[in-house]
Nanobody
């Protein structure tokens, strides 16, 4: 089992920045991929940024050039630096991990609200 805990959300004005953190614990050695998703009201959950199995990084087109994902080398903590935030970035942000056995783990989510 893997436990994921997000932190760092909050209220920020448009153009501002936030940094989200995701702390992983438990069977962290079983993690194959890890990333950030978000879900806005009335919308489906979408991938924001993530590390592939090979360690390459993928970003949603809507956040490229503004968001940066990073992690420590043993995958215990992951970060999402969000700059130039827009009102449309408002959502609950979730940390997600997938194990080598294709099990999905989710954090409880952290709210990000960007005011115009």
């Amino acid at each position: 089992q893997v436990q994921l805990v997000e932190s760092g959300g909050g209220l920020v004005q448009a153009g501002g920045s936030l940094r989200l953190s995701c702390a992983a614990s438990g069977s962290t050695g079983s993690i194959d991929r890890i990333g950030w998703y978000r879900q806005a009201p009335g919308k489906q959950r979408e991938l924001v940024a993530g590390f592939s199995s090979r360690g390459t990084v993928n970003y949603a087109d809507s956040v490229k050039g503004r968001f940066t994902i990073s992690r420590d080398t043993i995958k215990i903590t992951m970060y999402l630096q969000m700059n130039s935030l827009k009102p449309e970035d408002t959502a609950v942000y979730y940390c997600h991990a997938k194990s080598y056995w294709d099990e999905d783990y989710w954090g409880q989510g952290t709210q990000v609200t960007v005011s115009s």
